[in-house]
């Protein structure tokens, strides 16, 4: 017999018994959880028994995997997000624990079926867009690599807004997410950390004649933990992500209880509550609200607490072990207040002196950056960050001089560069600049695809290139395929595994053995049947939730993401308007039924964007309703873009729009997502669509446009978008029909901004340059449409020479050249 453990082991418990089978689960949890009878049950107890049926065989692993790294001690990441856009956790969790076939059994036997039950779940949405997926896909390689990784965030209580048309316009919903309970998260009302904010700084003689910093007088506001278990695919790993809630302090405001005025205490009591109530709904051109400040420093200090009340529970004070066992991922410079955090913790808590605690606090960090969009560079009045983090703006003007003091010892008399590297912006009314911080404080930078990282070398942080010449390096984006793949496409998983075996899903670079298919007819048949089988069940989908009959045979050609300028979905809507004309004046040869589909949702205080929604919807009713279009042409906008529609519009792209401006965006990552599900790309040569292109090669991807230096050169030489309108009939034409109010007859100004933006405002994003490169691919790809047999061919060739873009290599390469941590094995 095997000696006891020390401590009972859950396994003690173990679910793996007849007694405790899924079935029998199901109907223990129906009465005990949900408190009710088969025959009275809805669809929603159903998710509830459901979700706590898979939720228990969660937590086994959970628990085990929380001692295995106790007793192990390996090199810990933490994953600091102000964002993670999760979805739907039930059929993942099912799916990642290998329980998914006979959960769906199970619910078959008791009359229900899976897909209605998993479409009760409201998506996690704490996420904007592409950044916060990308921290979801991130904490699923994590665990299924068996990674020690952890991400710490924010549990707001309501996610990224529901976006309603009402009158052909978006308008904003809250998203009372939580609103039925969510059984995927476990409060911790112990964990709970103290968060100062406001007050001041003095400073006291120390024992030892040193000066000690105190931060007095400050308002405190408590940072509760909740726990919400990530799951590793085919593994024994589940890990763990931190989402902190803001709670009033006990204590507080005794005085006005005192003087008893209980309503002024309950009212200044949600005010604090306030730090965690909403994820703010811009994703480029941020707003230097105060509120959104206390909110990064609410759940980095939380975050910098429990990371070292950890390390100091297993290690004491021995601080040189702490880049040894601690690497922590900046994600953007949301958290970028982490770094002073540190150094406050350090020399005012642990008083550590500091040049230690600097040079602990730079093997620690490491800074992704996202954007080289100015606009969405973070930057903070000095007057805001002193009145909010007094002792935080003085710690990193300590940090400045230091740093300055370097660089002007190694570039002696260049006054400019010190201008231009210091953390405090001083032309622009004195703002600290938190990308500087984060560079600063850091020992590794990366961008997010092979141009983006490029750029950053050579533009933004050129400066920063030459001081800390190897601290910039690239680690390409990438998807999970478990969501992306197995989950949202099982049929074409099914169809991939009976060819290769289903060893991909663990290991996507297994999927190049799929190549040779492309020249096999009869998988090329059978792809193409699953591809039609996708598109139906969205026919039937935006008949059912829109009302509209779109023809499964035509081309699904398909723009998802937020909606930017930079992005270009206006000169999608170019491309539509001139296939509308040309259908009109009966120039229909040789063209190809297509359904254009947009969805996305635009930051609430972007006027442009909104008004690029409405324009979307006014072309759509025009030629949707258009008799003379005769089936060629139909245009969707989707409403409320999020994980779960993502899931359902991904398997059934035919052509994956990807058209921003050659230089603007960053990786993109739906991009990958359409092509794993075999749709072809047509794309600028663009964040990491040049990488795509690399890897599907050039004949089975459509590129057009400028490049990022062509779009550089005719900038310095003087763009003008007169030049390009005069010169192409049928541009003028779609541009001078959107002036004109053709589709907003009975307000006929409403769409000149756009027009204006596009002509006399100089047409920043150069769409009128690339729109007629745009229109003559598109021909292109409305002829290969035609050829099925080799539409099928290329598309099987882009799911096979994708495998590069698994999020799984991306997460080994922060692994080995950014973190230092390896596999815990059990
Ligand atoms: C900042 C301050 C205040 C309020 C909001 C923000 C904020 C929030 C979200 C700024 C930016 C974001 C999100 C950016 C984002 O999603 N970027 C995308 O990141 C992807 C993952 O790397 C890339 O693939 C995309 O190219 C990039 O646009």
């Known amino acids: 017999m095997a000696t006891p453990r020390k401590t009972a082991s859950p396994r003690q418990f173990s679910l793996n018994s007849e007694e405790h089978s899924i079935d029998n689960s199901l109907a223990n949890h129906l009465i005990y959880t949900s408190g009710r009878h088969a025959e009275a049950a809805t669809t929603r107890d159903w998710y509830e028994t459901t979700a706590h049926t898979v939720r228990d065989h969660l937590i086994e692993r959970w628990v085990e995997t929380v001692e295995n790294y106790y007793d192990k001690d390996p090199k810990r990441v933490y994953y600091l997000s102000l964002e993670f856009l999760i979805g739907r956790m039930l059929s993942n969790a099912a799916l990642n624990l290998g329980i998914d076939g006979q959960v769906r059994e199970g619910l078959h036997a008791l009359g229900q079926t899976m897909e209605a039950v998993s479409d009760m779940e409201t998506d996690a949405a704490l996420g904007n867009g592409g950044l916060g997926r990308l921290a979801a896909c991130f904490l699923d390689s994590m665990a299924t690599l068996d990674l020690p990784g952890m991400g710490y965030g924010i549990r707001y209580e309501y996610g990224m807004f529901n976006q309603h048309i009402e009158n052909g316009q978006q308008v904003e919903h809250p998203d009372n997410w939580l609103r039925y309970g969510n059984p995927w998260e476990f409060q911790r009302p112990e964990r709970l950390y103290p968060v100062k904010f406001y007050g001041h700084v003095v400073e006291f003689p120390a024992q030892d004649g040193s000066v000690e910093q105190h931060w007095v007088d400050c308002e405190t506001v408590m ?79 939380a975050s910098i607490q429990d990371i070292l009340h950890r390390f100091t529970h297993e290690h004491d004070s021995s601080w040189e072990l702490l880049p040894e066992k601690v690497a922590i991922q900046l994600n953007d410079t949301h958290p970028a207040i982490a770094v002073a955090e540190m150094m406050h913790a350090l020399v005012d808590v642990y008083r550590l002196k ?5 040079s602990l606090t730079t093997r620690v960090f490491a800074y992704t950056n996202h954007t080289l969009m100015p606009e969405a560079l973070e930057t903070w009045p000095v007057d805001m960050f002193e009145r909010v983090l007094p002792r935080h703006l003085d710690i990193i003007y300590k940090i400045n001089h230091y740093f300055l003091h370097d660089v002007n010892h190694r570039f002696p008399g260049d006054t400019e560069l010190l201008k231009r590297v210091s953390i405090i912006d001083e032309d622009h009314g004195r703002r600290v600049r938190m990308a500087h911080l984060a560079v600063v404080g850091s020992h590794t930078v990366n961008g997010v695809a092979a141009i983006h990282s490029d750029l950053l070398k050579t533009t933004l942080f050129a400066d920063f290139n030459r001081i800390f010449p190897g601290k910039i390096i690239n680690v390409t984006n990438g998807i999970t395929p478990r969501r992306w793949l197995n989950q949202c496409n099982p049929g074409l998983t099914e169809l991939i595994a009976s060819r290769i075996g289903s060893g991909f ?78 259908i009109r004046s009966g120039k229909t040869e040789g063209m190809t039924p297509r359904t254009v589909i947009f969805a996305g949702k635009a930051a609430p205080g972007y006027r442009m964007a909104k008004l690029i929604i409405r324009l979307i919807l006014d072309v759509a009713g025009m030629v949707n309703r258009d008799p003379a279009i005769n089936g060629l042409l139909k245009v969707i906008f989707l409403p409320n873009y999020d994980v779960s529609s993502a899931e359902r519009i991904f398997p059934a792209s035919d052509l994956s729009e990807q058209i921003s401006t050659a230089g603007t965006e960053a990786s993109g990552t739906g991009n990958m997502k359409m092509a794993l599900n075999g749709a072809l790309t047509i794309g600028t040569l663009d964040g990491a669509n040049i ?42 034409q779609a541009l001078d029909m959107i002036a004109e109010g053709y589709f907003s007859v009975e307000e006929p100004e409403r769409y000149k901004p756009i027009y204006e933006t596009l002509t006399w405002n100089g047409d920043y994003y150069l769409l009128l340059a690339d729109y007629a490169s745009y229109v003559k691919t598109q021909e292109d790809v409305g002829a290969l449409y035609r050829d099925k047999d080799e539409w099928a061919r290329r598309a099987i060739l882009n799911v096979a020479r994708v495998g590069k873009f698994s999020s799984d290599r991306t997460i ?12 815990v094995a059990r």
Do not use: C
């Not at 990488?691 to 590129?703: A, H, K, P, S, T």
């Open 354 to 358: 500091w040049d230690r605690a600097w």
């Open 691 to 732: 990488e795509i292109r690399e890897e599907v090669g050039e004949d089975n991807i459509f590129i057009f446009g400028l490049t990022t230096q062509q779009v550089a050169e005719l900038r310095m030489r003087g763009y003008n978008p007169w030049e390009y309108y005069n010169a192409n009939a049928e541009l003028k």
């Open 812 to 823: 080994r390469e922060y692994a080995q050249k950014v973190w230092g941590v390896e596999p």
């Open 505 to 582: 899903i663990k290991d996507l670079s297994q999927i190049e053995k799929l190549a040779p298919f492309a020249e096999d007819a009869r998988f090329r048949k059978e792809f193409m049947q699953i591809k039609q089988a996708n598109k139906q069940r969205l026919v039937e989908r935006i008949h059912h939730r829109l009302g509209m009959r779109i023809d499964p045979e035509s081309m699904f050609d398909v723009q998802v993401k937020r909606i930017h300028e930079y992005k270009r979905q206006l000169l999608n809507v170019l491309h539509v308007i001139t296939l509308y004309n040309r």
């Open 223 to 301: 940072a509760m933990a909740y726990d919400m278990p990530v799951p590793g695919y085919n593994t024994e790993t589940v890990n763990n992500l931190r989402l902190w809630s803001a709670k009033a302090t006990r204590e507080f405001n005794l005085d006005s209880f005192n003087a008893g005025d209980y309503v002024g205490a309950v009212e200044d009591k949600t005010s604090t509550e306030n730090l965690s109530k909403v994820l703010y709904p811009n994703d480029t051109s941020v707003m230097g609200r105060e509120l959104r400040l206390r909110q990064q420093y609410f759940f980095v200090s």
